[in-house]
């Protein structure tokens, strides 16, 4: 669906044209090809950022292959796959870019990104092996960052993050990814505050906030972190909590959490409230 913005600029182009009657054919074509690349622009962002996923696809697949010598539209293309949850597709995509008249080293960026969601770490690596070391954006170091993450090469994946986040004014992400990254290699502590400093640039994630729950939890601080929450996401949290607490032993304050889980949710916590269940009833058996 086309914005009003756009069929006024379209509108307004066409009555420009409406008064060139003694202008020749070639004229004509020429600025009605102009306004068509202006339609095609609008469109293309339009598809890229708010239409569904399915139809951004269709409309890639159409355009690209009407216009297979148009670079712009085969990147719509791959990242429309993305979009639709279909990375195999952008990565071949990603490779007829790269073979096109006019590839940058963004593009190879973007090819390892999508390898890295095809779970193809090697192919990952050795695209972001080709991009020049001059090239230093904050994707390309977020993505070096979690290859070196992938190969548990910690002093390198550090290094990157660190990087990474100095090259952007949102870090919340890339900060999330590093907390993560801790939190698997065991330093708890240094992931809580990670996930907390995370949470200073975006508030609601909530992928962030059950992170920095379970940070927490694996040091045994089963108490909600001072954060924005609502009280569904409260709810969420206390159940994220109290599995961790079962998990290590602490069965008494994992009952406990997971009895506030089930008062504190706003409808019926059905997960929180059978596994309590479940609890109950291997309490009564013992």
Known sequence: MRHPILFAALAGCA???????????????????????????????????????REAVGYFERTAGENPDRIDLQ??????????????????????????????????????????????????????????????????????????????????????????????????SVLNNWGFSKLTRGDAKGAERLFAEALTYDTTSFTTKNNLVLARAAQRKYDMPVITMTQTERAQLLYT?????????????????????????PQHFEEAARALAALDAGTAKG
């Open 241 to 265: 909590a109290a599995l961790s607490a079962i998990k290590q032993g602490d069965v008494t304050m994992g009952k406990a959490l997971l009895q506030e889980a089930v008062d504190t949710h």
């Open 75 to 172: 990147r719509g293309l791959a990242k429309s796959y993305i979009r639709a949850g279909a990375p195999s597709q952008s990565v071949a995509t990603w490779k007829k870019v790269l073979a096109m008249p006019g590839a940058t080293a963004d593009d190879r960026v973007e090819m390892a990104d999508a390898q890295i969601r095809a779970g193809d770490w090697a192919a990952a690596e050795a695209t972001l092996n080709t991009i020049p070391p001059t090239h230093e954006t904050f994707q390309r170091y977020k993505l070096e960052a979690m290859v070196a993450d992938s190969k548990k090469d910690w002093k390198k994946a550090d290094a990157f993050y660190e990087t990474a986040q100095g090259l952007t004014t949102r870090p919340g």
């Open 15 to 53: 009555l420009v044209l409406s008064g060139c009657g003694g202008r020749d054919d070639a004229e004509v074509a020429r600025a009605m090809k102009s306004v068509n690349a202006i339609d095609e622009t609008n469109l293309s962002d339009i598809m890229l950022s708010v239409a569904d996923p």
